[in-house]
């Protein structure tokens, strides 16, 4: 079956700690995506990746990095830098068009950082 | 800017009731426009889309229609279930430029009791 997988589901750390949430796709999508959610709010985009090696800034990158050394393959790292990284993670993709634009996005179940 | 403002919620409806979930954006250009629900402890799901003026999205029983001249894309259902109960979420995006990114509505908990 295609789709998108994240993993862990639930992951714990302490503070200053970094920390590097997966996704992994195999519908051949070509951009990736990260996405904060908090309770009670929409999603944030965090960074963006369109092509492999090839990464941008969303609203919200401060205190997160990422990687896109496979089409397959986003990581996030969420580093010691990030003031409040508790928060639900979400990782979607899509699909370029013919004309540089991208289709609708997939998401994967995300992943639920805690951090103590 | 671009942005998505719902209702908020939570709406809380009895089984077979009718629902609608109310949508209005803001933008340039002539964005495509989505429904996600997301139900506890998931991901957000793709629930229908509509991605010009007057097209009609429609998936499981839920429908929305692109109005321009209002600038809403409202969500409805006939006759919801039990199951129906999650959060539901508006979004756009303007194709073209650097981004292509989804803008979100802060999202809508539907409770739908037995």
């Known amino acids: 079956d295609g789709g998108i997988t994240q993993s862990p589901k639930y992951l714990f750390r302490k503070e200053g700690q970094n920390v590097t949430l997966s996704c992994e796709q195999n519908?051949?999508?070509?951009?990736m995506y990260w996405y904060r959610q908090d309770p009670g709010q929409g999603l944030r985009l965090i960074y963006y990746s369109q092509i492999v090696n090839d990464f941008q800034k969303g609203d919200i990158a401060e205190g997160y990095s990422v990687s896109r050394e496979k089409k397959e393959s986003f990581p996030l790292t969420v580093t010691s830098a990030q003031k409040n990284p508790t928060a639900f993670y979400l990782c979607?993709?899509?699909?370029?068009?013919?004309?540089?634009?991208?289709?609708?996005?997939?998401f994967g179940p995300g992943t639920r950082l805690t951090v103590t | 800017g671009n942005s998505v403002t719902q209702m908020e919620g939570p709406v809380t409806l009895s089984e077979e009731a009718f629902l609608t979930i109310n949508c209005t954006y803001t933008?340039?250009?002539?964005?495509?426009l989505f429904w996600y629900v997301q139900y506890p402890g998931e991901g957000l799901q793709l629930l229908l889309k509509?991605?010009?003026?007057?097209d009609k999205g429609s998936n499981k029983g839920f429908e929305a229609t692109y109005r321009k001249e209002t600038t809403s894309f409202h969500l409805e259902k006939g006759s919801v279930q039990v199951s129906d109960s999650a959060v539901y979420f508006c979004?756009?995006?303007?194709?073209?430029?650097?981004?292509?990114?989804?803008?979100f509505g802060t999202g809508t908990l539907l409770a739908v009791q037995p």
């Open positions: 933008a340039t250009g002539y964005p495509s």
């Open positions: 509509a991605t010009k003026a007057d």
């Open positions: 519908l051949n999508h070509d951009a």
């Open positions: 979004a756009l995006m303007n194709y073209g430029g650097a981004t292509n990114k989804l803008i």
């Open positions: 979607a993709s899509s699909i370029r068009g013919a004309t540089l634009s991208f289709y609708e996005q997939y």
